[in-house]
């Protein structure tokens, strides 16, 4: 269960926080790391692509009500992100996330991106929300269907087959 309070939302152990500035330096350490960003849409990023990216995830919280959120153990260590992003391609809104390579395999992902899920149907109200997946990448695959994503689609973007997850939340009352 998570609670949310504006933007921040606090589960059984993380606190995720909407980025600023002040994570910089976690995020070019995270978004610089292959082992955590290398499958990521745009691959590993620099230092200056990193803030210039910053930037815009903070503008996004003012525009969209939704963004990127940095995930820090309950007591304050930085372990990852996940965010809410409108994809470039035109699939839509778009579950993501990535986490230190040191602190994988604790269910920590499945939290997270539930409890990001849960604020894009209920805060938010978005209808549906999408994830890609690398064939390649077994991890997020499985996180994603324990949150209960179901893969939808497949396409090829440079020699890697991806798999488009969405969770749909239907109108009530309709």
Request: charged share 20%; hydrophobic share 45%.
């Amino acid at each position: 269960m998570s609670i949310c309070s504006a933007w921040i939302i606090t589960t059984a152990r993380l606190h995720m926080a909407p980025v600023g500035y002040r994570d910089l330096p976690d995020l070019v350490r995270l978004k610089g790391d292959p082992r955590a960003f290398a499958m990521m849409l745009g691959g590993v990023r620099t230092p200056l692509q990193t803030a210039e990216e910053l930037a815009h995830d903070i503008q996004d919280w003012s525009r969209f009500g939704y963004g990127t959120w940095t995930i820090r153990a309950r007591r304050g260590r930085f372990l990852g992100l996940t965010a809410l992003q409108h994809r470039p391609d035109g699939r839509g809104v778009a579950l993501r996330f990535a986490f230190l390579p040191d602190v994988r395999g604790f269910g920590l992902a499945s939290e997270a991106t539930s409890a990001a899920l849960a604020y894009a149907h209920d805060v938010v109200g978005l209808q549906r929300v999408v994830a890609i997946a690398r064939e390649d990448n077994f991890a997020s695959r499985a996180v994603l269907g324990a949150i209960g994503m179901a893969q939808i689609d497949e396409f090829v973007r440079d020699g890697n087959l991806l798999f488009v997850f969405q969770s749909v939340r239907r109108r009530s009352g309709g």
